[in-house]
C-alpha cells in the first residue's frame, strides 16, 4: 500500500492509467487490486494457476479500456466495472478448461473416465454470471477494504495498542487473554478497542472515496 502521502484518488488513479507508459500507476493499481481479484477468482472453483491468469487477464483487459475509459462516479460504480471485467476473465478460464477436457478425450476406458471426472469438475464450477460471484466479490471487497485499512492504521498507533486491538478484535481473543499475552489492564484493553474501533472507521471512510 501506498504511503498517506502518495495515495491517490480512485478517478486520479484512473486518470493516470490512461498513460501505459505509467508504471508507478499501474503498479498501484496492481498492488491494490491483485488480491482481490484473486480471491475471487479462487472462491470461483478456479487453480491457483488458473487465478494469476485472471489476474493478468483483467489488467489487460482493463489496460485496453482505459485509453477510452470515462469515470463518472455520479454515474458508473468502479466496484461493478471492475467485477465485470473479471467475470469476463474467469469465464475464460472455466471454458479454457472444459476445452482441455475434450482435447485430452481418448478411446481408452480409463481416459474417458477421466474426463468425465474434469467436465463434471467445470460443470459445478459457479456460474460468471450468477449472484454467487456477485456476492462473492462483495466479500472480497469488504475483507480487502479492511486490510488496506487495518494497515494504514498499523502505521499510525502505538504499536501495543494495535496488538490489544488485533488481538481482540480481530483474531477474537478475550479481554482476560490479551491482558495475559500483554501484561496489560482490561481497562486499557476496552480503552484500545473504542479508539481503534473509531479510527478503523475513518480509514475505511477514506478508503471508500479513493483507491476502492
Do not use: C
Not at 501505459?20 to 472462491?43: P, Q
Not at 465485470?84 to 473416465?113: F, M, N
Request: net charge positive; aromatic share 8%; no cysteine.
Amino acid at each position: 500500500m501506498p504511503h498517506d502521502e502518495q495515495l491517490r484518488t480512485r478517478a486520479s488513479l484512473l486518470d493516470r492509467l490512461k498513460d501505459l507508459g505509467n508504471d508507478a500507476s499501474w503498479h498501484e493499481f496492481h498492488h491494490t487490486y491483485r488480491d482481490l481479484i484473486f480471491s475471487v477468482a479462487r472462491r470461483s472453483g478456479l487453480n491457483e494457476q488458473e487465478a494469476n491468469e485472471v489476474v493478468q487477464d483483467t489488467l489487460i483487459s482493463v489496460a485496453k479500456k482505459m485509453p477510452e475509459f470515462t469515470y463518472n462516479p455520479a454515474k458508473d460504480s468502479f466496484k461493478g466495472w471492475l467485477l465485470t471485467v473479471t467475470r469476463w476473465r474467469i469465464k475464460d478460464q472455466i471454458e479454457k478448461r472444459a476445452r482441455s477436457a475434450k482435447q485430452e478425450q481418448s478411446h481408452s476406458s480409463r481416459a474417458k473416465d477421466d474426463l468425465t471426472t474434469r467436465t463434471s469438475t467445470v460443470e459445478r464450477l459457479p456460474d460468471p454470471a450468477g449472484s454467487e460471484l456477485a456476492a462473492a466479490w462483495d466479500q472480497e471487497w469488504e475483507a480487502h477494504l479492511l486490510h488496506f485499512a487495518l494497515a494504514r492504521l498499523k502505521r499510525k498507533v502505538h504499536p501495543q495498542h494495535y496488538q490489544i486491538y488485533h488481538l481482540h478484535v480481530i483474531l477474537g481473543q478475550s479481554p482476560r487473554e490479551v491482558a495475559r499475552a500483554l501484561n496489560v489492564s482490561i481497562a486499557q484493553i476496552y480503552l484500545a478497542k473504542h479508539r481503534l474501533s473509531n479510527l478503523v472507521k475513518n480509514e475505511l471512510r477514506t478508503l471508500r472515496k479513493t483507491l476502492f
